[in-house]
Nanobody, 120 residues
Framework: VQLQASGGGLVQAGGSLRLSCAASGRTFYVMGWFRQAPGKEREFVGTISRGGASTYYADSVKGRFTISRDNAKNTVYLQMNSLKPEDTAVYYC????????????????WGQGTQVTVSS
C-alpha cells in the first residue's frame, strides 16, 4: 500500500484546510491521521473505519476536524476547521487493521506527510 498525503499549507487561525490521502495497492484498511510538531511525538488525530461509518477523534480536535473517505476513489480526507496555531504540524495519513486504534504502532503503512502551518 502506498499513501500520498496532500493539501497542507499556510492558513490563518480560524481558517480551514482539507487534507487528502490517496492510496494505491490494496486499500481496504482502517485509516488514520496523525500529526507531529517539531520536537514532539507523533500524536493521534483521528481514524475512520473501513466502510466509513465509524470515526474517532482526539479530544484536541473533536468538533473541529472531520475524517471521511471515498473508497471508490481510494481517498481519505481530513477536513480541518477553526484551526489554531497549536494545530501546526506535519500531518500523516496511515493505514492499519485495528478499528478505532489511537496508537501509531497499529498502523502498518504511512504517507510522507504534509505540512500544516497556522498563523496567529
Amino acid at each position: 500500500v502506498q499513501l500520498q498525503a496532500s493539501g497542507g499549507g499556510l492558513v490563518q487561525a480560524g481558517g480551514s484546510l482539507r487534507l487528502s490521502c490517496a492510496a494505491s495497492g490494496r486499500t481496504f484498511y482502517v485509516m488514520g491521521w496523525f500529526r507531529q510538531a517539531p520536537g514532539k511525538e507523533r500524536e493521534f488525530v483521528g481514524t475512520i473505519s473501513r466502510g466509513g461509518a465509524s470515526t474517532y477523534y482526539a479530544d484536541s480536535v473533536k468538533g473541529r476536524f472531520t475524517i471521511s473517505r471515498d473508497n471508490a476513489k481510494n481517498t481519505v480526507y481530513l477536513q480541518m476547521n477553526s484551526l489554531k496555531p497549536e494545530d501546526t504540524a506535519v500531518y500523516y495519513c496511515a493505514a492499519g487493521r485495528t478499528s478505532s486504534s489511537v496508537t501509531k504502532y497499529d498502523y502498518d503503512y504511512w504517507g510522507q506527510g504534509t505540512q500544516v502551518t497556522v498563523s496567529s
